[in-house]
């Protein structure tokens, strides 16, 4: 579900749809928090790249929706709820990267050692105990997803008209942003590694679709 929601978003900024863009963020984001960090590059290069007035209208759908569905039901009543959420996230991640109860001692943890993402070289190459070794992934992991989205936004001002239609671009630095986010997720999950999968499947299909209709255009 949280990978068709993706496929949703991506279809809205393929399409230049307000609407479609404006829930797809909504649900992306209610769903899971990987994209909070690029959220505000897609506006801005929404913004001063494209249509000013689509992307307020974008942000009001983003904003009305977050106020209704969960600032105004859950925060306003429980304003600790976010930091709470996190926590809870921390000692979960914690718990895996000490090992399944059934795994022998000096065993790797098994959710690490799957083969997916990097998390298992922060915890055979860091420093000090488990809880730091955990903490420096989550640092490196937030500093990656703050320094992509404003190298898109960088790269996009740097280059101007010299790169192609906006809707590739912010398709491309989704993907883009994606593959890192879950390449240095905490707890790499085999099931989450679906949702980029999909990204990269559905932006392969639109870019045959675009290369064919040229194609027929030509001829």
Sequence with gaps: MIAGFYLFLLLGIYLQSTWIMGFGLLLCLLSRYAILLWVPAFFILSF????????????????????????????????????????????????????????????????????????????QWGKGEIIQRLKLAQMIHFIICIVLPVATVLWRRLRKNKVFPLNWFLLFSLKLYLVFFFAFIQVPYAYLFFTPLLVSSLITILLLLQSGSMIIKRE
Excluded: R
């Excluded at 689509?54 to 569905?69: K, N, P, S």
């Excluded at 996230?89 to 000096?106: I, M, N, P, R």
């Design 48 to 123: 001063f790249y494209h249509n000013k007035k689509q992307a307020l209208y974008t942000a009001v759908i983003l904003l009305t929706g977050m106020l209704a569905i969960c600032v105004i039901p859950f925060l306003l009543s429980n304003p600790k709820i976010l930091e709470t959420g996190y926590s809870q996230y921390t000692a979960a991640a914690l718990g895996e990267w000490k090992g399944q109860s059934w795994q022998k001692d000096g065993d790797l943890p098994f959710q690490l050692s799957q083969g997916y993402g990097f998390a298992i070289y922060f915890y």
